[in-house]
């Protein structure tokens, strides 16, 4: 079992089209219509109109937090790839940081974290400029942080200790015109204890030249793939400032139950959790996140 397949990624389900069904195929033509017509201004390539893929995803959420009861969020991610680039290009819109994409220990801090979350608009072309099993290397130009420009370059490496056991590093520079320089590292181990659970202990270190100090994240996670069609994640987490050592801003608990219902582009997850975050004095901060996640995709 890969780490993807840690979540549920189940087979097509033959089921009668519904107006949902729909709804789903149009907005996924459109996008992937949207994502050729912009390809084309880079290419000639008359006979196949359809090489470029889009694909968006979409979050809602309802997540009460001990007497907050009206917390609601959301999250959008778009990418289109362009074929007529040689697939070293593609677009990203989405309305939250996604800083690092294959970072679950980051969403799971972010959507536990009590407060509700500044939601800026991030519109980049990255640039791929190596990639296998074990190497990435991309560059990101856009915007974001409100209409900030920036670059960001990182790198991503897997090591392969044993037979169940890997460890992977990446380090990345980023430059914003009004928030300065910045660095990131984050650097994760992951044993394969069987063929449907994993367990990754995740840690990350970022610095931005306009914030006053550093923030670190730690992360003990157990995946448990149930079936096709469903998995648990659950886990600790802490993270906090480098001021004089480490500060804690924040710790807690959770355990988090995915699964995909009616349709394969379709999900629901149910997320109780634990937090002891500072701005409540680091008390016992109870809640539970309630979310369904739409996927838009031209099959």
């Given at each position: 079992?890969?780490?993807?397949?840690?979540?549920?990624?189940?087979?097509?389900?033959?089921?009668?089209?519904?107006?949902?069904?729909?709804?789903?195929?149009?907005?996924?033509?459109?996008?992937?219509?949207?994502?050729?017509?912009?390809?084309?201004?880079?290419?000639?390539?008359?006979?196949?109109?359809?090489?470029?893929?889009?694909?968006?995803?979409?979050?809602?959420?309802?997540?009460?937090?001990?007497?907050?009861?009206?917390?609601f969020e959301h999250q959008f991610?778009?990418?289109?790839?362009?074929?007529?680039?040689?697939?070293?290009?593609?677009?990203?819109?989405?309305?939250?940081?996604?800083?690092?994409?294959?970072?679950?220990?980051?969403?799971?801090?972010?959507?536990?974290?009590?407060?509700?979350?500044?939601?800026?608009?991030?519109?980049?072309?990255?640039?791929?400029?190596?990639?296998?099993?074990?190497?990435?290397?991309?560059?990101?130009?856009?915007?974001?942080?409100?209409?900030?420009?920036?670059?960001?370059?990182?790198?991503?490496?897997?090591?392969?200790?044993?037979?169940?056991?890997?460890?992977?590093?990446?380090?990345?520079?980023?430059?914003?015109?009004?928030?300065?320089?910045?660095?990131?590292?984050?650097?994760?181990?992951?044993?394969?204890?069987?063929?449907?659970?994993?367990?990754?202990?995740?840690?990350?270190?970022?610095?931005?030249q306009d914030e006053e100090h550093?923030?670190?994240?730690?992360?003990?996670?157990?995946?448990?793939?149930?079936?096709?069609?469903?998995?648990?994640?659950?886990?600790?987490?802490?993270?906090?400032?480098?001021?004089?050592?480490?500060?804690?801003?924040?710790?807690?608990?959770?355990?988090?139950?995915?699964?995909?219902?009616?349709?394969?582009?379709?999900?629901?997850?149910?997320?109780?959790?634990?937090?002891?975050?500072?701005?409540?004095?680091?008390?016992?901060?109870?809640?539970?996140?309630?979310?369904?996640?739409?996927?838009?995709?031209?099959?």
């Amino acid at each position: 079992m890969t780490r993807q397949q840690a979540w549920a990624n189940p087979a097509a389900i033959e089921q009668q089209p519904s107006w949902y069904d729909e709804v789903q195929e149009d907005v996924s033509d459109t996008i992937t219509t949207t994502a050729n017509w912009f390809d084309g201004f880079f290419g000639q390539d008359k006979l196949d109109k359809d090489r470029a893929s889009a694909s968006a995803k979409l979050r809602l959420g309802y997540v009460p937090i001990e007497r907050d009861f009206a917390r609601f969020e959301h999250q959008f991610r778009l990418r289109a790839r362009l074929p007529n680039l040689e697939d070293k290009w593609d677009v990203i819109v989405s309305d939250y940081n996604d800083s690092n994409e294959s970072q679950e220990s980051e969403r799971v801090i972010n959507e536990t974290q009590g407060q509700q979350k500044k939601e800026d608009l991030s519109v980049a072309v990255r640039y791929i400029h190596s990639q296998d099993n074990r190497n990435f290397i991309s560059t990101r130009v856009g915007f974001a942080k409100g209409a900030d420009i920036y670059i960001r370059t990182r790198y991503r490496r897997q090591f392969s200790l044993a037979d169940k056991l890997s460890l992977e590093t990446e380090p990345a520079i980023y430059y914003y015109i009004s928030h300065g320089y910045g660095a990131r590292f984050d650097f994760k181990i992951d044993y394969q204890s069987s063929e449907v659970s994993l367990w990754r202990q995740d840690n990350s270190w970022e610095y931005i030249q306009d914030e006053e100090h550093p923030e670190w994240r730690h992360n003990l996670l157990f995946y448990h793939q149930l079936n096709n069609q469903s998995a648990l994640i659950s886990g600790i987490f802490a993270h906090g400032q480098i001021i004089d050592g480490y500060k804690l801003e924040n710790k807690g608990i959770f355990a988090r139950y995915r699964a995909q219902a009616l349709r394969d582009w379709f999900y629901f997850e149910i997320e109780p959790f634990i937090h002891y975050p500072d701005f409540r004095d680091h008390a016992h901060t109870p809640g539970i996140a309630l979310r369904v996640e739409i996927n838009f995709q031209q099959q």
